[in-house]
C-alpha cells in the first residue's frame, strides 16, 4: 500500500533574537543557568549547526531529555570539534599519499599525459566531463608550478599527471580512480593490500568525510550519506564492527591506510589518531567539559582506542571490544 506524500508547505517560521531562541530550547526541556553564556554561544555558532547536537539528548521530536543541561550538548559540541580536527590530520596524511601514488603509477604506465586520452579508462567513464574539471581548475590555479608550465610549454590547460594530480579536487581524484581500468587500480590497491572495489570504495568515501571536515559539519552521530565497502575480512564484520554508515569505520579504514603511508611509522599506524585523542582527551578533562555520562563513554572508547593500537593488538579484539561503546557514541 502506498502512501501519500504530504504537499509541501511554506516556510513561515520567524527570526528568532538570541533571547528567543534560549526560551525555545527552555520550553524544550533544555536546563540553562547561566543565559549570558549561551548568548555568548550563540553569536559564534549558529543556532541551526547547534541544534544538530540536540538531536541525539532528545526523547522524542523537539523534547529533551530530563535533565540534560546544556553544557552537555556544548560538551558534544566540543568533542566533535576536536574529532574533525584529528580526523582532518589523518586524512591530510592518506590524501597526499593517494595524490603520490596515483601519479606516479600512472604516469609509469601511460606516460606524462596519459591521462588526456580516454582509452586509457574504462569505457564507460565520462572521460570528457572529467577532462574539463581538470582544465578550469589548471585555469584557476595560482600555483607556481602551474604558471612556470603555462609560460614554457605548449599545452596548457592540459598539464603532465604528476602535475595536475596536485590540483586537482580529491573528488576529481576519486572520479580518476573510479574510472581507471581494471588492472590499473588492481595495482595502485596492492599497494595499500586492498582489493580494487574496497579501494575505490573507501577513496569515494574519504573524498565525502573530508569534504563535511572542510565545512566544519559533524562528524558524530552522524549517519553516512557515502558508506564505505569493507573487506570481506571476518574481523570487517558483524559482530566485531558494527557496520559500515558511522564513524567508527572510518577511524579503522584511516588506521589502515596511514599504516601503509612512509612517514607514519609501520609499528603505530595509528600514531596520527592516537596521539591526536591522547592529547585533546587530556585537555578536555583537564578543563572539566567532560562530565556527562556520553562525554565519559568518549573517553573510555578512546583510552581502549590507545591501548589496542599502542599493543599491536588485532583489529578483530579491538572491534569486539568496542562494539557495544561504538552503538552509545556513534548511533
Not at 86 to 95: F, P, R
Not at 104 to 115: D, E, S
Amino acid at each position: 500500500m502506498s502512501h501519500a506524500t504530504p504537499p509541501l508547505r511554506p516556510y513561515q517560521k520567524p527570526w528568532l533574537s538570541y533571547q528567543d531562541q534560549i526560551s525555545l530550547l527552555q520550553s524544550r526541556g533544555l536546563i540553562i543557568t547561566d543565559v549570558q553564556a549561551v548568548i555568548d554561544f550563540l553569536k559564534h555558532v549558529n543556532y541551526y549547526r547547534f541544534s544538530g547536537f540536540c538531536l541525539a539528548f532528545e526523547s522524542a521530536r523537539h523534547q529533551f531529555q530530563s535533565g540534560v543541561s546544556f553544557e552537555q550538548v556544548q560538551a558534544a559540541y566540543d568533542f566533535d570539534r576536536i574529532l574533525r580536527d584529528i580526523a582532518t590530520e589523518a586524512l591530510e596524511v592518506v590524501e597526499l599519499d593517494f595524490r603520490a601514488n596515483i601519479a606516479h603509477f600512472f604516469g609509469q604506465q601511460y606516460g606524462a599525459f596519459g591521462h588526456t586520452k580516454p582509452a586509457n579508462f574504462f569505457r564507460k567513464f565520462d572521460h570528457t566531463e572529467w577532462m574539463n574539471k581538470l582544465h578550469a581548475e589548471a585555469e584557476r590555479s595560482s600555483e607556481l608550478f602551474v604558471s612556470h608550465f603555462k609560460a614554457t610549454y605548449c599545452g596548457f590547460p592540459d598539464l603532465p599527471v604528476w602535475a595536475i594530480t596536485e590540483i586537482m579536487s580529491f573528488g576529481a581524484l576519486s572520479r580518476m580512480c573510479h574510472g581507471m581500468l581494471k588492472q590499473d587500480q588492481k595495482a595502485i590497491a596492492h599497494h595499500y593490500g586492498l582489493q580494487p572495489r574496497d579501494w575505490v570504495s573507501w577513496l569515494h568515501h574519504l573524498t565525502y568525510v573530508r569534504n563535511l571536515c572542510a565545512h566544519h559539519a559533524r562528524l558524530w552521530d552522524r549517519i553516512w550519506s557515502i558508506k564505505p565497502k569493507l573487506p570481506r575480512a571476518q574481523v570487517w564484520q558483524a559482530p566485531h564492527l558494527p557496520g559500515n554508515n558511522r564513524l567508527f569505520a572510518t577511524l579503522l579504514i584511516l588506521n589502515v591506510l596511514m599504516g601503509c603511508c612512509p612517514d607514519v611509522a609501520p609499528d603505530a599506524g595509528s600514531v596520527v589518531l592516537r596521539t591526536g585523542f591522547a592529547r585533546e582527551v587530556e585537555a578536555m578533562d583537564s578543563e572539566g567539559r567532560m562530565g556527562n555520562v556520553r562525554a565519559s563513554c568518549i573517553t573510555l572508547f578512546v583510552f581502549i582506542y590507545l591501548l589496542f593500537f599502542a599493543r599491536g593488538w588485532c583489529i578483530g579484539s579491538f572491534c569486539g571490544l568496542c562494539a557495544v561503546l561504538t552503538c552509545v557514541l556513534f548511533r
